[in-house]
């Protein structure tokens, strides 16, 4: 089944310890999506890529990253994660002709000690 | 601008009690509307979306229509099961391939 799949599910790191979190799509959908959710909170949204086309959201911290190296893969960095980075990480894809809706991955919870 | 209202939670029901969680939106122009769904330690899943007014969207014995005069897309199920506790999101997209903009979420407990 065509899928959004995220790794890993858990990610444990150390205050101030980079991260790298990762979200592949077999969609085949030009845009993908990296949202930060806390306490089942409504997701917020980092970034979003169309196709190579990169849009940062003016309130993310400068402390987040991302890179789209190809249409399947997309990766969120944290260069000095804080304890308030802890959270629920989710990435989702759209694409297709007039095509609204959003497909999430699992999401990857990172826990910060 | 654009935003989603949804009712505050969380709610508690007995099992095959009826549901009804109220969503509003506001937009310009002609959104589409979705519910999404959180199950405990999960992403999100699509449940239903209509895109254009009085489209009704279902799935899993859950209903939403779209009202434009009342700029609203309500999520009702006739009967509730234990295994629909989770939380429940209305959304709005603009327009095709833009960012979602989310309510605040509805948490649903179902007891036996």
């Known amino acids: 089944d065509a899928m959004v799949i995220q790794n890993p599910r858990y990610q444990v790191t150390q205050f101030g310890k980079p991260v790298t979190l990762s979200c592949s799509q077999t969609?085949?959908?030009?845009?993908m999506y990296w949202y930060q959710q806390k306490s089942s909170q409504a997701p917020k949204l980092l970034f979003h890529y169309y196709d190579k086309d990169f849009n940062n959201e003016a309130d993310t911290p400068d402390n987040f990253q991302s890179r789209r190296p190809n249409t399947s893969f997309c990766f969120l960095d944290i260069r000095s994660p804080g304890l308030g980075d802890a959270a629920m990480y989710l990435c989702a894809t759209s694409g297709g002709l007039a095509s609204y809706e959003q497909y999430f991955g699992p999401g990857t919870r990172l826990t910060v000690t | 601008g654009n935003s989603v209202t949804q009712m505050e939670g969380p709610v508690t029901l007995s099992e095959e009690a009826f549901l009804t969680i109220n969503c509003t939106y506001t937009?310009?122009?002609?959104?589409?509307l979705f519910w999404y769904v959180q199950y405990p330690g999960e992403g999100l899943q699509l449940l239903l979306k209509a895109t254009k007014a009085d489209d009704k969207g279902s799935n899993k014995g859950f209903e939403a229509t779209y009202r434009k005069e009342t700029t609203s897309f309500h999520l009702e199920k006739g009967s509730v099961q234990v295994s629909d506790s989770a939380v429940y999101f209305c959304a709005l997209a603009p327009s095709g391939n833009t960012p979602l903009v989310f309510g605040k979420g509805t948490r649903l407990s179902v007891i036996a």
């Open positions: 937009a310009t122009g002609y959104p589409s």
């Open positions: 969609l085949n959908h030009n845009v």
